[in-house]
């Protein structure tokens, strides 16, 4: 059964160690994109460190997001970041993985409105 709906993800938290983190909201963007569902994760707050290149949590015991992020980029998934929130915590989108789209702040509220649902980790 294909899911036709388009679908908002906004990540808030940091990538590793929350009861809402990011490793179980890229896993159930990936169940819906390979459904067939249109979903775009939008990084807010410490969101932004989701898409950070070369994280390596090994020595937290736990799998590496970028692996999880690969997949649903392939998938067809799109990934937008909050400028705000990236320059607040000092970070360039050359910290980043290439595949993300920098984002004004002022266009959240369009960006939501895009979308038939919005779930919030």
Do not use: W
Request: charged fraction near 20%; glycine fraction near 10%.
């Amino acid at each position: 059964m294909a899911i036709n709906k388009k679908i908002l993800i906004a990540l808030i938290h940091g990538t590793y160690g929350h009861h809402d983190d990011c490793y179980g909201a890229i896993q159930l963007a990936n169940a819906i994109v390979a459904k067939g569902g249109d979903v775009t994760l939008f990084l807010r707050s410490d969101g932004v460190y989701f898409a950070m290149k070369g994280q390596d949590p090994i020595g937290l015991g736990l799998p590496n997001n970028l692996d999880e992020i690969s997949d649903f980029l392939e998938l067809g998934g799109t990934i937008k970041v909050d400028s705000n929130a990236l320059a607040s915590r000092g970070l360039e989108p050359g910290d980043l993985i290439e595949e993300v789209e920098i984002m004004d702040n002022s266009l959240a509220i369009e960006l939501i409105e895009q979308h038939e649902f919005c779930l919030t980790f």
